[in-house]
């Protein structure tokens, strides 16, 4: 996989769990575009931070824009923007 990112979310107050439930349903996409989630992890503490961090790996940039365009990831837009505060997606590379 030649594309790697790490994908940062923050939940809108109270919609901690929405968030969680969303994700679940759109990262059960990604194998369809020939990605894979390598790592999806939430933060515990009561801190400011990102409440989800994943890692995700997809073939290339294409396949991370017909991921986006999705029409089933599309059709959830209101959960996403009633749950999803904040998105931060950063392109990585594996060191380890």
Do not use: F
Not at 33 to 41: P, Q
Not at 50 to 76: C, F, G, K, M, T
């Amino acid at each position: 996989m030649n594309l790697k990112l790490c994908v940062l979310l923050w939940a809108t107050a109270g919609q901690e769990d929405a968030l969680t439930r969303y994700e679940d349903t759109v990262l059960d996409l990604i194998p369809k575009y020939g990605g894979e989630v390598v790592s999806r992890v939430r933060r515990v503490d009561p801190g400011d931070g990102p409440l989800e961090v994943q890692v995700i790996h997809l073939p290339d940039d294409s396949a991370l824009e017909a991921y986006l365009e999705d029409p089933e990831r599309l059709a959830l837009a209101d959960v996403h923007w009633r749950a999803v505060a904040r998105t931060e997606i950063i392109h990585v590379e594996t060191l380890v």
